[in-house]
């Protein structure tokens, strides 16, 4: 007997399979990270069209088997506001791919769910300022790659960037964009210690 489960989901990617088909690789609420089929859904006809998109949040049911079929799907959130600039766009990518890389397999992370929805949610606010979004993917980034049991090396980088990492792992959300508009010095900083330890973690996980 085919057992069902409904989820919230955010879209990370999709890719074409088939004449018709759809795989989307969603991180759920209740599965943590999962590939979803979605039959037909390139057909106009298709009853799932509109319901998943990439940078979207959206309600699911499916079907586990060998692959997990999608039956029902529909938009809860599509973070319109993360669609009007580019700048806030691509940080929204930058958080999702991110996220994308760095959880591998299928289990339920109940932190990641929460750090990624509201870092969304904070990011599609149109009363954020574009000088904040940049500094919510590095509080995003830090928080994620703390969840994953790594913490940065601060030695060897400025008082501002130092002060800015510890107010980001210690800081709630709303707490932390109140006080942050990132700086060129920290930004470069950051910038470089994040990239080295993407390459350094994603080297370990794959």
Same mark, same amino acid.
């Given at each position: ?79 319109? +506001? %993360? !669609? ?6 691509? *940080?929204?990518?930058?958080?999702? #791919? /991110? @996220? $994308?890389? +760095? %959880? !591998? ?6 932190? *990641?769910?929460?750090?990624?929805? #509201? /870092? @969304? $949610? ?85």
């Amino acid at each position: 007997m085919a057992i069902h489960y409904r989820t919230q989901a955010v879209v990370l990617r999709k890719r074409e399979v088939g004449e018709a088909d759809r795989v989307f690789t969603v991180f759920t609420r209740d599965f943590g990270k999962v590939n979803l089929v979605a039959v037909g859904e390139r057909k106009i006809t298709s009853k799932l069209r509109g319901g998943l998109e990439v940078l979207c949040l959206s309600e699911v049911e499916f079907v586990e088997g060998r692959r997990n079929t999608i039956i029902d799907s529909s938009l809860v959130e599509g973070y319109r +506001f %993360l !669609k009007t600039d580019l700048r806030r766009t691509r *940080a929204a990518l930058r958080i999702i #791919e /991110t @996220l $994308d890389v +760095f %959880l !591998k397999g299928q289990a339920q992370d109940e932190k *990641a769910w929460k750090l990624l929805t #509201e /870092t @969304l $949610d904070t990011l599609n606010d149109p009363m954020v300022s574009p000088a904040k979004w940049s500094p919510l993917y590095y509080y995003f980034f830090w928080n994620l790659v703390s969840l994953q049991g790594f913490r940065p090396n601060m030695s060897n980088i400025s008082s501002s960037a130092s002060s800015f990492l510890s107010d980001a792992l210690e800081s709630p959300l709303n707490t932390f964009v109140k006080g942050h508009s990132g700086s060129f010095e920290a930004e470069s900083a950051l910038a470089s210690l994040s990239k080295a330890h993407f390459l350094a973690i994603t080297k370990g996980i794959q």
